[in-house]
């Protein structure tokens, strides 16, 4: 089994920034592609950004230029940088590993969550 957790979510104002965290645990040979996606009230989870084992990137056009995504392979974590948030940034931000365990069968695997807010 893998667990998942995720940190820095919280409350900031429009404009401001937030850096989420979410690291892996237990039985992991590799990690393929990570990945953060969010979901607001009423509406589908969405993909926000994610990134290769080689680390390509991938964003939506939403995010493009305020969102960078980067990952510490040797840590098994990945991060989201949000700057310039906005209040329809307003979602859980959930992370997403695609894991190959030691007998190499592939996985995904979800975060629990973290709530991040923009407002005033």
């Known amino acids: 089994q893998v667990q998942l957790v995720e940190s820095g979510g919280g409350l900031v104002q429009p404009g401001g920034s937030l850096r989420l965290s979410c690291v892996a645990s237990?039985?992991?040979?590799?990690?393929?592609?990570m990945a953060w996606y969010r979901q607001a009230p009423g509406k589908e989870r969405e993909l926000v950004a994610d990134i290769s084992r080689g680390g390509t990137t991938n964003y939506a056009d939403s995010v493009k230029g305020r969102f960078t995504v980067s990952r510490d392979n040797a840590k098994n974590t990945v991060y989201l940088q949000m700057n310039s948030l906005r209040p329809e940034d307003t979602a859980v931000y959930y992370c997403?590993?695609?894991?190959?365990?030691?007998?190499?069968?592939?996985?995904?695997?979800w975060g629990q969550g973290t709530q991040v807010t923009v407002s005033s």
């Open positions: 237990g039985d992991i040979f590799t990690i393929n592609t």
């Open positions: 997403n590993f695609q894991v190959i365990n030691k007998y190499r069968t592939p996985n995904t695997y």
